[in-house]
């Protein structure tokens, strides 16, 4: 039976690394030398078992596991990119309109000194936070806060950077009356008129409609372990199958791992991740994720601001698998 | 999903919502439309292309787009056989030119009946090129939405449609050159979230549910209890998602008033005489 939380997936691994912090502490606390040995050798036990689980689990993921990992609570979120890829990040809020969106971030900030415009899906670690953020979820007034700082970065001829990390946008009746649609296409839309360079990097989870809804991109990078989906793979299996609990097998049918897309060439590059997961260390993978946007930037700023938007817009005009009878 | 009382023909037909009797010849002169409870029933892409555009004015293209299954997804290849089979279609999209009291338009017609209309690459594909069309020849793109939204059978595939079709959205925008979009039941999910919703007037039919998440999710989702009238036509429009709703006797009026209001400044070598 497959797990249904990247927790519970992980069981044994938490468990051993928990065993490993306590014996760590016993160490330091630990004076008379024999015993200090003999706690060593303990620790150097567990750390061995510890990189065989790592590396069992690690080598032997589905699409299913990379559904987990995809949205695993300790991997970075936006703002932790934020603050890991850029600098004199300044958060700017809401969208003029109605209010301000916590699933959705936003701002200026530096990238290697390059004054930039940045926005985010943004998710919550524990429950507290979570429901602050919504699940991640973004509402209209998400979209739109979206498009008044992408019109803002046009304005001021400032490259966007987008970080995508979300299940799915708001679903509820107060999105719907907001028009949570209209949100998302016009999102879309405004993308397409920006000549400013935009590159969006997913994250963690690429989830449909609220997804794509920041991600009108010149480039679209992804995380090895992200995923990408038209549909999240329970809904898929609910629909299908009538059985969202046949996640894992619609997990596989709608080949939404990094490397499908990438292989279908629907992601432009794929950002390898420390051996693990993304979470097992933030910095590294902070590093190959800012060396990533700004050599594209720096690919980027060959075009012309004209050339920029053709060029966004001929990489989704090409994009369709199709026969001619 | 049943493609509506005309698939028994027979003298009399049943009404799907109120359940009444009509008189077959009395249902397809009104349109389809129920004379006892008003309720607009689902067109086929040919009812809507005869009902809408002058006679023998509708010119085909792309007839030849068929869907392949990129992802080798379960089942996929049998549900397109069986779609084609039931609608003699190849896709859920039917595109070409027509004229309307005259002036010569670029149009897409969805058909739910093949796989609930959903936007796969062919549907993808036939919406842009449609709008490309209207903006190359300057001519005004009307599109009639009817879809549960993206094909998920094929994947991210599906997704980049909603990008690629408000991509030629954007297009026709910054050419001065007009979107109507109509939409039918049922317009949900990511047709409703793609180019449908930034056409630049959106008309609707009565009672179509129109909507972004299946209902049930979206009820789930919420504390606040939904409206009676929830995903419907009439409740985009009070929310201001959508222009006008247009009974269907009148679309075909409102239509072409619009086409003659918003093209207006396009070249008047394009108004074909009818």
Redesign the interface.
């Known amino acids: 039976m497959a797990a249904n939380t990247w927790k519970e997936w992980m069981q044994g691994l938490i468990e051993l690394e928990e065993l490993i912090e306590k014996l760590r502490q016993a160490l330091d606390r630990e004076s008379e030398p024999s015993e200090h040995q003999r706690i060593e050798a303990r620790l150097k036990e567990f750390e061995r078992r510890r990189d065989v689980v790592l590396e069992v689990i690690t080598t032997r993921m589905g699409p299913w596991e990379e559904v987990l990992m995809a949205r695993a609570e300790p991997r970075p979120y936006t703002l932790d990119y934020i603050e890991l890829c850029l600098t004199d990040f300044i958060e700017l809020s809401g969208d003029r309109r109605y209010g301000d969106d916590k699933a959705i971030v936003g701002g200026t900030a530096f990238l290697d000194g390059q004054a930039v415009v940045v926005v985010g899906h943004q998710k919550g670690r524990n429950l507290q936070e979570r429901t602050f953020r919504n699940f991640g979820m973004a509402k209209p007034e998400g979209y739109r806060k979206a498009m008044r700082l992408f019109r803002m970065a046009e304005q001021f001829r400032l490259p966007v950077v987008t970080f995508v990390d979300t299940p799915?946008?708001?679903?509820?009746?107060?999105?719907?009356?907001?028009?949570?649609?209209?949100a998302?296409?016009?999102s879309?839309?405004v993308m397409?008129?920006l000549t400013v360079p935009v590159v969006s990097v997913v994250i963690g989870e690429g989830g449909?409609?609220g997804?794509?809804?920041i991600?009108?991109a010149n480039k679209v990078l992804m995380l090895e372990h992200a995923i990408?989906?038209?549909?999240p793979p329970e809904?898929?299996a609910a629909?299908?199958w009538r059985d969202a609990k046949k996640g894992p097998e619609a997990a596989a049918?709608?080949?939404?791992t990094a490397k499908?897309?990438h292989e279908?060439m629907?992601v432009d590059r794929l950002l390898e991740e420390p051996f693990g997961g993304a979470h097992r260390d933030p910095a590294s993978v902070g590093e190959t994720v800012k060396k990533a946007i700004v050599e594209e930037f720096e690919a980027l700023s060959k075009f012309t601001p004209s050339e920029l938007r053709e060029q966004?817009?001929s990489r989704?005009?090409r994009?369709?698998?199709?026969?001619?009878? | 999903m049943s493609a509506g009382p005309t698939a028994a023909p027979g003298r009399f037909v049943q009404c799907l919502h109120c359940r009444k009797t009509l008189f077959a010849k009395d249902f397809l002169a009104a349109q389809k439309v129920c004379s006892y409870c008003g309720h607009h029933h689902r067109l086929t892409w040919q009812e809507r292309v005869d009902w809408t555009f002058d006679p023998g004015s509708f010119e085909e293209t792309d007839v030849?787009?068929?869907?392949?299954d990129?992802?080798s997804?379960?089942e996929y290849r049998e549900k397109l056989s069986a779609s084609e089979a039931k609608t003699g279609l190849?896709d859920s999209v039917v595109s070409g030119t027509a004229t309307l009291e005259g002036h010569r338009l670029s149009v897409a017609i969805a058909d739910f009946a093949f796989m609930g209309g959903s936007m796969g690459?062919?549907a993808?594909?036939k919406i842009?090129r449609t709008l490309e069309l209207g903006l190359e020849r300057r001519m005004p793109s009307v599109i009639f939405c009817a879809s549960g939204g993206?094909?998920?059978q094929?994947?991210?595939?599906?997704?980049?449609?909603?990008?690629?079709t408000?991509?030629?959205?954007?297009?026709c925008?910054?050419s001065g050159v007009p979107f109507i979009a109509v939409f039918t039941d049922p317009t949900m999910?990511?047709v409703?979230?793609?180019?449908?919703?930034?056409a630049d007037v959106i008309l609707a039919e009565p009672r179509a549910l129109v909507?972004?998440?299946g209902s049930r999710?979206?009820?789930q989702?919420?504390v606040?209890?939904?409206?009676d009238d929830?995903?419907t036509a009439e409740?985009a429009h009070r929310?201001?998602?959508v222009d006008r709703i247009v009974p269907r006797r009148e679309l075909r009026s409102t239509l072409a008033t619009l086409v003659r209001a918003l093209g207006a400044a396009l070249p008047v070598s394009e108004k074909v005489v009818a």
Request: with cysteine; charged share 20%.
């Open positions: 799915a946008a708001d679903p509820g009746v107060e999105s719907e009356s907001r028009g949570i649609s209209e998302i296409a016009e879309m839309r397409f008129s449909s409609g997804a794509i809804g991600a009108v990408y989906s038209v549909i809904g898929c629909i299908l049918a709608l080949r939404l499908g897309a279908f629907l966004r817009y989704f005009r994009m369709g698998m199709y026969e001619t009878a | 030849n787009l068929v869907s392949v990129p992802l997804f379960p190849r690459s062919v993808g594909e842009t993206a094909r998920m094929e994947g991210l595939w599906s997704l980049m449609q909603m990008g690629k408000v991509g030629a959205v954007e297009r925008r910054e999910a990511g409703l979230a793609s180019y449908a919703s930034v909507g972004f998440a999710v979206s009820k989702a919420q606040i209890k939904a409206p929830f995903q409740f929310s201001g998602m």
